[in-house]
């Protein structure tokens, strides 16, 4: 066989190869568009799912002038720490504290009278009178000389000078008692978490607020809108975001003794899919954020690939009834009202954003890879002309 019979052998086989795989093609671009590589579902797709295989029991919504009047941004709804608010005291004590107790007597005093109660006890005589340090027990008690136990929790110091003088009456001349906070253990107050100093602090005699309480603590170095605020109270805690707590808001409540602040980084998100210029998980940045903001944030609807008329929000909604129902938000980007009406639509934290691939893109992504497919078979054409 000659050189040239060879050649025209090898072409005729590269032809039929060529035909074979135009074939192949083909048929499988006339029912196999629907396997081409996507972002996600098409909108059809998604219509189509709510009514077979809906195994969450979605429900699909087109935002509309109704819709938007229920998802509007209205700013903080709940105000969760206001159900801790109560009256209480900041002035009384407890156990733990130490206290100074200040005794004065006139003429023959019972503290100076006799040597031997004098070294016996646990107290300095002076010519104004006698100095008494002690500490309140476990149970709210505090053990005088010649008084015997006197019972000071939940009293305050005002009180408890009256119960020692009446304690001491029939024992010493006109007796005056002075009660004087020297360690307070008891009127406290806990912050702890993503705050510059945290510790214990005492409560002053004015009830301090939780914005004060904050601020003694040094602040936060995050922003208030990815901070939650903690407060519990006895065995009750609630919670809310720092940036919803208002000065003069019911949120902002008097602390009482034993309260614990805490204080941790929470930042809301949204996630995005779909023909967008990048699947990513996006920030808030802001105490609330519409529809038309995220939008704009993840750079609109991708102009190669996207369906401008079917972009979609989905969210448990707590709207509709106690419990979070599954819903699926339908935004047409193609009509000119459905910028007003996203501007008014509130996001929510870990809501998702889905932008729909258009179905157009099948054909072209199919051209792609015929072109992709038969570039190399090209080549080796010309090569062996």
């Known amino acids: 066989m000659t050189t040239f019979e060879i050649y025209k052998r090898r072409r005729r086989y590269i032809s039929q190869s060529t035909r074979i795989i135009l074939i192949s093609v083909g048929l499988g671009a006339i029912g196999g ?11 059809a797709q998604i219509r189509r799912a ?7 029991g979605f429900q699909i919504v087109d935002i509309d002038a109704a819709t938007t009047a229920r998802l509007a941004i209205h700013g903080a709804t709940t105000t969760p720490l206001a159900t801790l608010d109560e009256v209480g005291r900041t002035d009384t004590l407890g156990p733990g504290d130490t206290l100074s107790i200040g005794i004065f007597e006139v003429g023959v005093t019972l503290f100076t009278r006799g040597n031997g109660a004098a070294a016996q006890s646990s107290f300095t005589p002076s ?36 119960t020692i003088e009446q304690g001491m009456i029939g024992l010493s001349q006109r007796p005056q008692v002075v009660v004087a906070v ?27 607020r939780l914005l004060d309480a904050i601020a003694r603590a040094g602040g936060t170095t995050n922003q208030p809108n990815d901070m939650i605020v903690r407060v519990t109270r006895s065995a009750r805690s609630a919670e809310t975001r720092l940036s919803e707590i208002n000065a003069s808001g019911d949120q902002n409540i008097a602390l009482l003794p034993g309260d614990r602040i ?24 802001a105490s609330s954020l519409s529809l038309a903001e995220a939008m704009a944030r993840i750079g609109g609807p991708s ?25 699926v938000y339908r935004l047409n980007m193609i009509r000119a009202d459905s910028y007003f009406l996203s501007q008014r639509v509130e996001m929510q934290d870990k809501d998702v954003i889905y932008v729909s691939s258009a179905a157009a893109n ?24």
């Open 127 to 162: 010519a104004s009178g006698t100095d008494l340090t002690v500490r309140v027990d476990s149970s709210g008690n505090v053990q005088l000389p010649y008084v015997g136990r006197v019972s000071v929790v939940g009293k305050t110091p005002g009180q408890v000078e009256r």
């Open 33 to 43: 568009c629907s396997t081409l590589p996507a972002a996600g579902p098409t909108s």
């Open 262 to 285: 805490e204080l941790f980084n929470r930042p809301r998100t949204f996630l995005v899919f779909g023909a967008t210029e990048k699947v990513s998980q996006v920030a808030f940045g």
């Open 362 to 385: 099948a054909p072209g992504k199919m051209t792609q890879i015929i072109g992709q497919l038969f570039t190399p078979l090209a080549l080796a054409r010309s090569l062996t002309q």
């Open 182 to 208: 020297k360690t307070n253990a008891f009127n406290v107050f806990y912050v702890s978490g993503d705050i510059r100093t945290p510790g214990r602090f005492e409560l002053g005699l004015p009830r301090e």
């Open 303 to 327: 102009e190669r690939t996207a369906d401008p008329a079917a972009v979609y929000l989905f969210r448990y909604d707590t709207s509709l009834g106690a419990e979070p129902k599954p819903i």
């Open 50 to 56: 709510e009514t077979k295989d809906n195994q969450t």
